[in-house]
């Protein structure tokens, strides 16, 4: 059985696990930190900063919490809410930026968000991860219908930024794109930036999900 709370502190530790292992295809965590001992350093800092996400605001993080066995956190979800006046401060990216690529990146995100939600309030979901372990047992699925009860109690939308292998799973609940995200990154470090690095910006509306069902 699944059980869907807010994180606690104590779990920060995991929810830097979480991501990291989500994320090691990722092209920019290939890029940035490509050793074993280099990702063991970003879990550290991940895990710092979990705990001041939560330290500053308690909701801001929901785990998935597998409630047989040992009750291990097998996902999480990160998300902000910003009101119209504060649409464009902090993008909420989980990974510290390390390269210029990355800040590249932050800019790009920041400018479309602003470009397409400046006159809303609206829920920035920052991320979504699940365990290796636990793909394919509907973690995602509870974690997405969480913040989407939480975002049509406010009756506001969700807005993100999927990474291409996500889309088709946003899609099936509802997001729809609109905008693209590009930034040239090399694929090694000292290499030229020629790789393409691809994100869809995306949003759901608690209007047109009522409107469906």
């Known amino acids: 059985m699944l059980i869907i709370r807010g994180a606690n502190v104590s779990d920060a530790s995991r929810i830097a696990e979480i991501y990291v292992h989500a994320m090691s295809i990722n092209p920019f965590l290939i890029f940035e930190f490509p050793t074993p001992a280099s990702r063991k350093e970003l879990i550290h800092l991940l895990t710092e900063r979990t705990v001041d996400e939560l330290e500053t605001n308690p909701d801001s993080v929901l785990v998935g919490q597998d409630s047989n066995g040992n009750g291990e956190i097998v996902g999480f979800l990160k998300w902000t809410l910003y009101e119209c006046s504060n649409v464009g401060k902090s993008g909420g990216d989980p990974a510290p930026a390390v390269s210029e690529f990355h800040a590249k990146y932050l800019s790009e995100t920041a400018a479309a968000r602003e470009k397409h939600m400046r006159d809303h309030s609206f829920i920035h979901l920052n991320y979504l991860a699940t365990s290796p ?17 939480i975002a049509s109690t406010r009756q506001i939308p969700v807005y993100l930024e999927a990474t291409m292998n996500a889309v088709k799973l946003y899609e099936k609940f509802g997001w729809k794109e609109i905008e693209n995200i590009h930034v040239l990154i090399p694929e090694k470090k000292g290499e030229p930036a020629t790789k393409d690095y691809e994100e869809k910006c995306m949003v759901w509306h608690p209007l047109e999900a009522q409107a469906i069902n």
């Open 133 to 149: 372990e636990a793909q394919n047992q509907g973690v995602a699925r509870s974690l997405i219908g969480r913040i989407t009860d």
